[in-house]
């Protein structure tokens, strides 16, 4: 039996090279069919990815509405419990999503279209401003003409009609085609999207009522396919990276939208232009870390500029302020230390995260770098105890190697020496 064992193990570990080959080979020197495939299947679970991602962000206050049912029950009911609780739950999102919705949308519409109907001083504006750069620096001028000659003489002065055809069908009609797929396509998009939403909305409320159980099956199917000793460690690693993306996901989530009523608030106050859409741009840029405050910061003030010079400079400072405050009171308070990873390695993390998946890549990268440095740690704190060696950093600040005592300085090439 154990022989037989051990060539199905040898067996199944060839299949697992073979099947690891092929999809390498296929992402790599074909057209990669497995990511098309899997393009595919995400679009279909998208109503149950959305579903899992609510559920996610909601647990915590289906939690604590039940605590309250507790406390006031004096004990646990044994039914309807749970059902209460995401009832309630979902009232309270609804409220909220109502509130800023009264508060917030009729303000933002009202600055989009003070935005449209300003589009045509905004542009007399930067024209007059271009105008003046180009009269302050001739070099500069005489290069943005000599390339303005170069293009008006390619297109518009061409005297071959059939090179004219083939710029207008090789070079102008599929942009055309390019710009009108990418309207009607994020229109498209925009419906599928809520649908999903929607749908997904109904598996979130299958699942938080459902939550322990689901927890439960999950355990038991680990400890079905994986020995007990390596179960345990995976689950113990799940719990882990429970614990750095329920800190981070919902603390900055939660982080973000203060910061967005709180812009808000004091742009309102300080008579900003534009300010709920200014408000909206900071709060939702402020998700990703580092580099979300400059990135909402920036086209903000330049709106800002365009409507008033001295209120753009108060909205800066203004900025800056409110940055502090997120990054040294509310922020740590919210998110506290739950990713555990230095500065150098969020930053990484968002540059690696935002080259790979774009702007949610650089939100999710920061807790998916928290998660493998975790595991990381604890493999070498795991591989060091097992070798009897130290497992904090500070021990090896000043550690040298040791070497037999009959080696000189430099043993490696005593060594080499020795066997010539």
Known sequence: MKKDNHYFAWG???????CAIMLIYDLIFRDSIVMAYTEKLMGILAP???????AYLLAPIVNWFERIIFRRAGKRPAKGVRAVSVVLTWLAVFALLYA??????PELYKSVLQLASN????????????LRLLENNPDLARQVEDVLNEYYEDIFL?????????????????????????VTGGVVGVLVFFKNLLMGVMVSMYLLVAKENFAAASCKLCYTLLPEDRAAWLIRGVKATDRI???????????????????FICSSILDFPYAPLVSVVVGVTNIIPFFGPFLGAIPSAFLILLASPIKCLYFI??????????????????LG??????????????????????????????????????GVRAFSGYRLKKKGLPVSVSSYATHKPVWPEDETEHPPEKEKAGKA
């Open 158 to 182: 061409n005297q071959h009609y059939q090179e004219a055809l083939v710029w207008v069908k090789d070079h102008l009609l599929p942009q055309l085609q390019t710009a009108v797929q990418a």
């Open 48 to 54: 149950i990815l959305y579903g899992c991602a609510i």
């Open 12 to 18: 199944l570990t060839a299949v697992c090279v073979v």
């Open 100 to 105: 800023l919705m009264r508060v917030l949308l």
């Open 317 to 334: 400072i203004f900025i800056l302020a409110l940055q502090q405050f997120d990054g040294n009171i509310l922020g740590p308070k919210i």
């Open 119 to 130: 589009a045509k001083t905004y542009y007399i504006t930067i024209e007059g401003w271009v």
């Open 337 to 374: 230390n739950s990713t555990g990873i230095s500065g150098f390695w969020v930053i990484v993390a968002i540059l690696v995260g935002g080259g790979l998946w774009g702007v949610a890549g650089m939100f999710l990268g920061v807790p998916i770098c928290a998660c493998i440095y975790a």
């Open 245 to 263: 993306f329920s800190g981070f996901v919902r603390g900055k989530v939660l982080d973000s939208l203060i910061i967005g009523i709180i812009c």
